[in-house]
């Protein structure tokens, strides 16, 4: 019985018999849902690499912008500004800056 249906199977007289009907409808849903899972799978992988290049961005940005602060902060500092003001001829004034109040009219 049992080699009788594997020959069956390896000759394929179960697709070709009378009532091969209901075997070509179940060859045609799991086809259908083995496309179905292969698509779905290609979408995951694509997504997966979308999201590793956009992490590579997010840490280039991240880099780009601690560089930039960190360029920023030493052009702020107290002695970059004066080194660059003598430079140009200004020099730090020895006369300490005053309050100018200005009382209103009302």
Known sequence: MVKKNIYSIL???FLVSDDS???WRMIIFISI???IMIASSHSADKKVHEIAKLNNEVKELRSAFVE???KL??????SSVIQKMNSLGLSTSLIPPKKIKVKSQN
């Open 11 to 13: 000759k394929g007289t």
């Open 33 to 35: 849902l083995a496309i």
């Open 68 to 70: 930039g602060r960190k």
């Open 21 to 23: 009907f209901k075997n």
């Open 73 to 78: 902060m030493s052009i702020k500092m107290e």
